[in-house]
């Protein structure tokens, strides 16, 4: 079936250490997003991507970093410049504007990291 | 510029009651509506979507939406609550304007529903 894969699903971090959430797609989107989602927050957007070889910074890119080498595949980075760094993180994909009028998002199931 | 506002952090309701989880939204532009909904620990799942096509739109797990211009909002609602039902709900406005899909996601609003 179709679907957006994160892994890990939980990940355990010590403080000074990078760590990647893995992203993949088989939907065969053009645009990938990474969310952070933390309680009473709602959700906020650290990085998307429109096209391979492409990303931009959301509104909490501080402390992250992505890289979009494939079209399934969106990556992120939590580095250790992140100061605040456990949360839910959400990967997320959609259709460009061209090919859609709805703009809606396809998440995954979410990656948790904890950092000890 | 855009933002949406849901009016409860939490509604608590009895199973086999009506929900109604309050949206109220600014955008500059004609926006898409969506409700998605969130159970603990997993990815959000899209309830449903307004697109001017109708101002009642209908999604999935008998929920449905109302779209009121003239009071810029998109309350979400069920005649009847299920124990399933509850989860974490959000409201989310994305303006019709070029570029990638820039969605703004409300705080949300998480549904309790009691025997």
């Known amino acids: 079936d179709g679907g957006i894969t994160q892994s890990p699903k939980y990940l355990f971090r010590k403080e000074g250490q990078n760590v990647t959430l893995s992203c993949e797609q088989n939907l065969n989107h053009d645009a990938m997003y990474w969310y952070r989602q933390d309680p009473g927050q709602g959700l906020r957007l650290i990085y998307y991507s429109q096209i391979v070889n492409d990303f931009q910074k ?9 890289s979009r080498e494939k079209k399934e595949s969106f990556p992120l980075t939590v580095t250790s410049a992140q100061k605040n760094p456990t949360a839910f993180y959400l990967c997320a994909s959609s259709l460009p504007r061209r090919q859609t009028n709805t703009g809606e998002l396809f998440f995954g ?4 990291l904890t950092v000890l | 510029a855009q ?5 409860d952090s939490h509604v608590s309701v009895s199973e086999g009651t009506p929900v109604l989880l309050r949206c109220n939204y600014s955008s500059s ?13 997993k990815g959000l799942q899209l309830l449903l979507k307004y697109t001017s096509a109708a101002t009642l739109v209908k999604g999935i797990n008998g929920f449905e939406a109302e779209f009121k211009k003239s009071e810029t909002s998109f309350h979400l609602t069920k005649p009847s609550a299920h124990m399933s039902d509850a989860a974490e709900y959000f409201c989310v406005v994305t303006p019709f304007s070029g570029g990638y899909n820039k969605l703004i996601f ?6 309790a529903v009691h025997p």
Not at chain 1, 109 to 112: L, N, P
Not at chain 2, 3 to 7: D, G
């Open chain 2, 29 to 41: 532009y004609s926006p898409s509506l969506f409700w998605y909904v969130q159970h603990p620990n």
């Open chain 1, 109 to 112: 199931e979410g990656s948790r």
């Open chain 2, 3 to 7: 933002s949406v506002t849901q009016l």
């Open chain 1, 58 to 66: 959301g509104d909490i890119a501080e402390g992250y970093s992505v």
């Open chain 2, 106 to 111: 409300g705080a949300g609003t998480r549904l």
